[in-house]
């Protein structure tokens, strides 16, 4: 039987992403003591890694096909196959940003103030390639941990590049944004030889299909309800629909169904006002796919 060897980011985004396939319906266990996962697919074989090593091991092939995030893809320069992305962090659904920070009472006001200047950052290889695209010529050292803490020691580094979600941790250590690199997210990537295999292709591509469909049903929901013919034009007008809805007729010739995709965070405002509308018999349901 083929098998896809897919890696899997451990740490972090382990919980987000487990989470993700389960909507995908694959059901994955995991043991604290090990590696490799157990996936309801004989012809899945799971690896779990850290995401800043995923990407070098796809391009090596012992992996097929990983998640990782654009950032350790441009750290690791590598060469592979980038098939989607998921626009999720580990705490929010949306994006991290690796930004470029000083302290907040630094004489350096843009990136143009780098130059010469020491960085200390986990991403080394992006961000000095980041300032190098720029003209910008800077001493750009590896961070072994505390980053935040190191720019606000005088004499060890004048500004970082780091991660951030909701730029909470900065505004803690009292740093300030100088310039955002670029926004990171996980992305599904293929080994170029598994790309051509078309077994394989074809199955990383079905992984993909429902990883997609699983993530664009984050945060939305279903809503069904009854609605009187004559009722309809000014309901469907109040729906802030995914799609146009989908509208069935009833056995009584007087009432038609109404079926429509909505953001979860405005069905507790909108059901009373469909209520007021004249709908009946409203219904709200969870998603685990939306496939375009």
Same mark, same amino acid.
């Given at each position: 039987m083929p098998v896809l060897k897919i890696g899997l980011p451990s740490g972090s985004l382990q919980e987000s992403t487990l989470n993700l396939f389960a909507k995908a319906g694959y059901r994955i266990r995991t043991s604290p003591r090990s590696y490799t996962p157990v996936i309801d697919d004989l012809e899945l074989e799971g690896l779990f890694l850290r995401a800043q090593e995923i990407a070098h091991y /796809?391009?090596?092939?012992?992996?097929?096909?990983?998640?990782?995030? *654009?950032?350790? @893809?441009?750290?690791?320069?590598?060469?592979?196959?980038? @098939?989607?992305? +998921?626009?999720?962090s580990k705490t929010t659904s949306q994006p991290a940003r690796?930004?470029?920070?000083?302290?907040?009472?630094?004489?350096?006001?843009? *990136?143009?103030?780098?130059?010469?200047?020491?960085?200390?950052?986990?991403?080394?290889?992006?961000?000095?390639?980041?300032?190098?695209?720029?003209? *910008?010529?800077?001493?750009?050292?590896?961070?072994w941990g505390s980053t935040e803490a190191k720019v606000r020691v005088p004499g060890?580094?004048?500004? @970082?590049? %780091? @991660?951030?979600?909701?730029?909470?941790?900065?505004?803690?250590?009292?740093?300030?944004? /100088?310039?955002?690199? +670029?926004?990171?997210?996980?992305?599904?990537?293929?080994?170029?030889?598994?790309?051509?295999?078309?077994?394989?292709? %074809?199955?990383?591509?079905? *992984?993909?299909?429902?990883l997609i469909g699983a993530f664009n049903a984050e945060d939305k929901v279903g809503l069904k309800m009854n609605v009187r013919r004559t009722d309809l034009a000014r309901i469907v007008e109040n729906l802030p629909a995914l799609n146009n809805p989908t509208v069935a007729n009833l056995l009584d010739k007087n009432w038609v169904a109404i079926e429509v995709i909505v953001d979860e965070r405005v069905v507790r405002d909108i059901i009373p006002k469909l209520k007021k509308l004249g709908a009946e018999g409203i219904i709200e349901y969870p998603l685990n796919k939306v496939i375009y």
């Open positions: /796809v391009e090596r092939g012992v992996l097929d096909i990983g998640l990782t995030g *654009i950032d350790w @893809i441009r750290e690791n320069e590598a060469e592979v196959v980038e @098939i989607a992305e +998921f626009a999720y690796w930004v470029i920070a000083v302290p907040e009472n630094s004489a350096i006001q843009t *990136i143009r103030d780098l130059q010469g200047k020491r960085v200390a950052t986990e991403l080394v290889t992006a961000t000095r390639n980041y300032l190098k695209d720029r003209g *910008i010529t800077a001493e750009v050292e590896y961070s060890l580094v004048d500004a @970082i590049a %780091e @991660i951030t979600e909701t730029g909470s941790s900065l505004r803690a250590n009292k740093l300030r944004v /100088v310039e955002t690199m +670029f926004e990171t997210a996980p992305r599904l990537i293929a080994n170029k030889q598994t790309w051509v295999d078309a077994w394989k292709r %074809e199955k990383a591509r079905n *992984i993909a299909t429902l």
